[in-house]
């Protein structure tokens, strides 16, 4: 069972343990109930502690972090190749292919998932909670939590200045301007499952845009999303009137110069939720997006 150790400060005499446990490790009301539960889920200076005990200067709190649910059994593994570009204990970041999905969805039965290749990977026991999902065709940086407490905790983060996401994304022409903001809410599609909408009802929706390079046919966007919509790239660049290469749902379907949305996501830099280090990871653009730029 993964566990977290912390030694208690001057600051901290004389709070209980729910209180560090809230405040220092960010746990919640009812992660705390279930440490309680378990005979080795809190111990202070070795000895099993409940989260009412009074802490002095200087203990030693350990805290399970692990998962104690079993797997999810709905999660069948698959060999398809998935690089890892940075592991520990408590998370790893994987750069993902177009054409995998996050999870098994009835909509998408018998795609290939992160999930699934994870297991394949790692073991069919082990337990990974995807942070910041990106779409069956998008590429690139995926953060995953190795446990319910860290994913709780990097999800917290997320559009915050530190869990910061960036992209590339061809699209077709070029932007006027060539750097700038969208601001547009984005809602459902009521005529679709699939497709989202720019609507006056829609949740609030920012996008940073500047283009690196361009053709005149196709222009190389850096991409920063404020906001984390569902499709919120894609249909912020397809409202402006430059969609992405490719992009079948808010563009033109063009299966022989790029068969699926050009976008990529290219950097994470995140505060790590347990040591508190920075991390800076990057992902190359890919082959399939390289040659668009090509043309």
Wanted: proline share 8%.
């Amino acid at each position: 069972m993964q566990t977290i150790t912390i030694v208690i400060t001057p600051r901290e005499e004389g709070r209980k343990v729910r209180s560090v446990l809230k405040g220092r490790l960010g746990f919640s009301s009812h992660a705390i109930g279930g440490l309680t539960r378990r005979e080795t889920g809190i111990l202070v200076n070795g000895k099993r502690a409940f989260s009412t005990a009074t802490l002095r200067a200087g203990d030693v709190l350990t805290v399970e972090i692990g998962d104690v649910r079993p797997p999810d059994e709905r999660i069948i593994p698959c060999a398809v190749p998935l690089p890892i570009v940075y592991e520990d204990d408590y998370l790893l970041v994987v750069n993902k292919p177009a054409g995998m999905v996050a999870l098994a969805s009835s909509f998408l039965p018998e795609t290939p998932t992160v999930a699934g290749a994870l297991a394949y990977q790692k073991g069919e026991t082990a337990v990974f909670h995807v942070v910041n999902r990106l779409d069956k065709g998008t590429t690139g940086l995926m953060a995953v939590a190795k446990s319910g407490y860290v994913h709780n905790l990097l999800r917290k983060l997320l559009h915050t200045p530190d869990f910061y996401r960036e992209y590339r994304g061809v699209c077709v022409g070029c932007p006027e301007p060539p750097a700038g903001t969208i601001d547009l809410p984005i809602g459902r599609d009521e005529t679709s499952t699939v497709r989202r909408c720019i609507r006056p009802d829609g949740a609030p929706s920012v996008s940073r845009y500047e283009v690196l390079e361009t053709t005149g046919r196709f222009s190389l966007l850096r991409l920063v999303p404020e906001t984390g919509r569902t499709h919120q790239l894609r249909l912020h660049m397809s409202a402006v009137g430059h969609p992405l290469a490719g992009d079948w749902l808010y563009g033109t379907e063009a299966p022989d110069l790029i068969p699926r949305p050009a976008l990529h996501s290219c950097a994470l830099h995140l505060r790590h939720p347990v040591t508190g280090e920075p991390l800076e990871l990057t992902a190359p653009l890919p082959e399939d997006m390289s040659r668009v730029m090509e043309l």
